[in-house]
């Protein structure tokens, strides 16, 4: 029992011990890479089973102005609406109403010249297909952080492109919009209540609670997006995006968001199985972990 009950005691100690060096790390860090990495706020969270989740933060909202940064604030966090695309698309195979080996042909004729490419070959990022965003003729058309993109806009400035196309495939399949989506299999089941979505602008009430974020690729083929460098880009239209990276959050939720993902049963055995494969971007081929002479891979 006395045991036990020192055990019950050291738990909180431990946490108050990690949040406080924590804090310092990102502190630190913000210090010494706010200016490299054009940064104005760090925010983190960090949950440990059985104990409370550590939420922190240090900064202000925007390099320009703006208070403290708080841990409700919201932040574009790009890339990781793909794994919602494709959990998404893995849920609709353990439904019956679709398999990832069926291609684009089968439910996006209209876009032959890649009919044989399959929902796989999308959602792991062995395509192929060029991605549009390095497309010359789409820095053209970038001309303002409000212009808005449709997904077929997209698509055509590089004939196609993995996520866009696979954002596509669920509005076919289900007749729903990927927004919609999201919400009926995602964002409420799950509580992600600080997690939001949208096709083009966000309301007031969204971008009132984001961190400001700012374009600073000024390396080789960004050259088109010139325009952008240095700009806030908090209030643009994020169409540009879409299934590929138009998701706003909190740290808070993209940790309940990973823990369902990788830990929870909202995928059926064996498409949990395929979200856990881990294929060579090189040979498209399943690996057991990435090597020199083969040193990408993608999920």
């Not at 439910?107 to 395509?127: C, E, F, G, H």
């Not at 509005?171 to 990927?178: A, D, L």
Request: net charge negative; proline share 5%.
């Amino acid at each position: 029992m006395v045991a036990a009950l020192m055990a019950a005691l050291a738990a909180p100690l431990a946490a108050l011990t990690l949040q406080g060096a924590l804090q310092t790390d990102i502190d630190q860090y913000l210090a010494a890479h706010a200016k490299d990495e054009h940064i104005s706020a760090l925010s983190l969270a960090v949950s440990l089973p059985g104990q409370a989740s550590i939420d922190l933060t240090t900064g202000k909202r925007s390099l320009q102005s703006g208070g403290p940064v708080a841990a409700e604030d919201l932040w574009q966090i790009g890339s990781n609406i793909k794994a919602f695309t494709a959990a998404a698309l893995l849920q609709l195979e353990a439904e019956g109403k679709l398999t990832i080996d069926q291609t684009v042909g089968d439910w996006l004729p209209q876009y032959p010249a890649w009919k044989n490419v399959s929902i796989r070959r999308l959602l792991d990022m062995t395509s192929g297909i060029q991605s549009y965003d390095n497309v010359p003729a789409m820095g053209r058309a970038f001309t303002s952080i409000d212009r808005r993109f449709t997904p077929a806009v997209l698509v055509g400035f590089a004939d196609h492109t993995n996520y866009i196309l696979a954002g596509m495939i669920i509005e076919r399949v289900t007749g729903n919009s990927y927004e919609a989506e999201l919400e009926r299999r995602f964002f409420k089941p799950l509580g992600l209540a600080d997690t939001f979505y949208s096709p083009n602008v966000y309301p007031k009430s969204v971008t009132d609670r984001m961190v400001s974020g700012y374009f600073y690729n000024n390396g080789p083929g960004n050259e088109t997006f010139a325009q952008f460098y240095g700009k806030d880009m908090r209030l643009g239209d994020l169409s540009w995006a879409g299934a590929a990276g138009g998701v706003v959050s909190t740290p808070d939720d993209v940790v309940k968001w990973v823990r369902a993902l990788y830990a929870g049963d909202m995928l059926a055995p064996k498409q949990r199985r395929e979200l856990m494969t881990v294929v060579s971007t090189k040979t498209g081929k399943p690996i057991s972990g990435t090597a020199s002479q083969d040193p990408q891979g993608f999920g």
